[in-house]
């Protein structure tokens, strides 16, 4: 057995005993065959690798793997993935003649004449968790997630050293099969080799299920942990707290509400690595938040843009360059980015000041940050062989806190941080400049300053040189004021926003 001296990360590394175990069993393998080490060294050396801590040899204590332990099965740790339905679910399933409900992705469509007790249940999981929670409760955790990619996503070979990632899933009092799902799908479906941990940041969730049995849960899964905030800091400065807590070079933040796909992981730790100034994030596809279809799509995606209000907005690609039939499946260039899946080095992330903390619970953290990774010398790519799917909710919790104003409060600290000339465009979509209160930006404009970022304009030209601007005000030296009037899919966004209703 491998004993490792308490000590917070020794709770980390007892947690990945088997992970390391498999590896250390190929290597002694490997060593065995070529008998150029002895089993002692080659687990230290393979530990040490693994963690790439320098103290390592202070961590742990003497190996006392035997050879012949090696060869029984029985000292394997397996982890076993429950499907996760419980007696109650499995009940309703054959109420409702059910067949593996939401299989492979399939969408769960329910009889029309439901009895009054599955009609209260699926009310009561759209009023709890602003989706269809009960639909999700009868799905399998460990369905399959059709495996669509491209033959060139499929076939693609990624090089073996890629380096590790810290997978982290922010959450606020969700659903437990939504949020567990998540979790399985990750498991399933990367290379264990790949993951030094994966980490559960609770913001102060107050329902029973994510408290203690949630703890009793993960103990049961691979490298699973929970990071608990004990106040609500909001999903921006969770994610920052994550981010301090993480052991893995790489960064990977994933929505509590996702499946990923196959082969996920791969191609997004391959175009980090020799990248470090790079966010890169996945092609999103959707689960539908009524029957959890997975609805899929290899053929077109979407990049980040943004709209003068300071939405995110989709700009449509196709996996098509020019008159080309054939498909490419290379990274694309993306302005912003959404928050489902994104992935980056931790380090790079700290050196660019992680978030703006000081924003409020949720909103345009992924646009600023997206703006902020250009204009501060880095890039954002989306990447077409990452296929995550993602289920846009409505809020069933407060969207902001006391001593800050909502989703506005963090756009106008996104536009008056980096708009510079181009402020008033901003301004003349959300309301007036008089009287408004965003907190204090120095921190952020300092930040600006010591990275000797780009200004917008240089954005605009350089990497979105395809944005609207409004023809009577394109030259932004004119002080002469004129009305505009919003855009028809800016007053849509401005619109969805104001009533917060879907992420
Ligand atoms: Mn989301």
Request: aromatic letters at 10%.
């Amino acid at each position: 057995m491998i004993t490792i001296k308490s000590s917070m990360i020794g709770e980390q590394l007892r947690k990945e005993n088997f992970f390391m175990r498999t590896k250390i069993e190929s290597l002694l393998m490997q060593g065995l065959q070529k008998r150029e080490k002895s089993i002692k060294e080659i687990k230290k050396d393979e530990i040490a690798a693994e963690l790439n801590l320098n103290d390592v040899e202070n961590m742990i204590e003497e190996p006392e793997i035997m050879e012949d332990e090696l060869n029984e099965e029985s000292s394997k740790e397996i982890f076993v993935l429950d499907d996760g339905i419980t007696e109650e679910a499995k009940n309703y399933i054959k109420i409702l003649n059910l067949t593996n409900p939401g299989a492979n992705g399939e969408a769960v469509i329910l009889p029309s004449n439901l009895p009054p007790e599955i009609k209260k249940k699926i009310d009561e999981g759209y009023e709890t968790y602003g989706f269809n929670a009960f639909v999700s409760s009868l799905i399998s955790l460990n369905r399959d997630f059709p495996d669509i990619r491209s033959d060139y996503c499929k076939t693609k070979v990624y090089r073996k050293d890629l380096p590790k990632a810290s997978v982290i899933i922010p959450f606020h009092d969700d659903d437990w099969s939504l949020l567990m799902r998540t979790v399985h799908s990750i498991i399933r479906y990367s290379p264990p080799e790949l993951i030094e941990e994966i980490i559960l940041v609770d913001d102060y969730s107050q329902r029973e299920h994510l408290k203690d049995h949630l703890d009793e849960y993960v103990k049961k899964l691979p490298k699973v942990k929970v990071v608990r905030s004990h106040q609500r800091l909001g999903i921006v400065a969770n994610r920052v707290l994550a981010a301090r807590n993480a052991l893995a070079p790489i960064l990977v933040y994933v929505d509590s509400h996702v499946e990923c796909g196959p082969g996920w992981l791969e191609p997004i730790l391959d175009r980090l690595k020799d990248n470090e100034n790079l966010l890169v994030w996945g092609k999103i596809s959707v689960i539908d938040d009524d029957t959890l279809f997975l609805s899929l799509d290899n053929k077109t995606g979407g990049i980040g843009g943004f709209t003068w209000s300071m939405d995110f907005s989709w700009i449509d690609v196709k996996f098509y360059e020019g008159d080309n039939p054939t498909p490419t499946y290379e990274p694309k260039a993306s302005p912003t980015f959404m928050g489902p899946t994104y992935a980056l080095w931790r380090h790079w992330f700290e050196k660019i000041g992680y978030f703006d903390t000081d924003m409020d619970i949720w909103g345009g953290e992924d646009v600023e940050l997206g703006f902020r990774m250009w204009m501060c010398h880095g890039r954002v790519e989306m990447i077409p062989c990452a296929v995550v799917a993602h289920m846009y909710r409505g809020h069933t919790y407060t969207m902001h806190s006391e001593d800050k104003g909502g989703y506005r409060w963090n756009t106008d600290r996104i536009a008056e941080t980096w708009l510079g000339e181009y402020l008033r465009y901003y301004y003349r979509l959300v309301g007036d400049t008089k009287n408004r209160n965003f907190g204090d930006i120095s921190e952020r404009l300092a930040i600006k300053k010591k990275l000797k970022c780009h200004d917008f304009k240089w954005f605009i030209e350089n990497v979105h040189p395809k944005q609207t601007i409004p023809e009577k005000i394109r030259d932004p030296t004119t002080t002469t004021a004129i009305q505009m009037k919003p855009q028809k899919d800016e007053e849509k966004i401005i619109d969805k926003k104001n009533n917060l209703n879907k992420i």
